[in-house]
């Protein structure tokens, strides 16, 4: 899984094909590893593109995994 992400006022938009379809679950952690906020998302195509909205949550440093049937991918983001 190759994750593309743009961070636009707390709206992460992502991006990615994978060999894998299926349900998509976002989660966001703080660097603690504490899980701040979680999303589902049903999607039977291997392209996946959505906007993902953080708005509830404090600017910082965090920690966003995305998980494709046993793929994960994750990445740093800063939520200003």
Excluded: M, P
């Excluded at 709206?11 to 989660?27: A, H, P, R």
């Excluded at 998302?41 to 392209?47: G, R």
């Amino acid at each position: 899984t190759r994750l593309y992400s743009c961070l636009h006022c707390c709206v992460e938009l992502l991006c990615f094909n994978s060999d894998n379809t299926g349900d998509v679950d976002v989660l966001l952690y703080d660097l603690l590893g504490r899980k701040v906020a979680a999303k589902s998302f049903s999607d039977d195509a291997n392209a996946f593109d959505e906007e993902v909205s953080f708005g509830s949550v404090s600017a910082g440093l965090y920690i966003l995994r995305v998980r494709r049937g046993n793929k994960i991918s994750s990445q740093k983001i800063t939520i200003e």
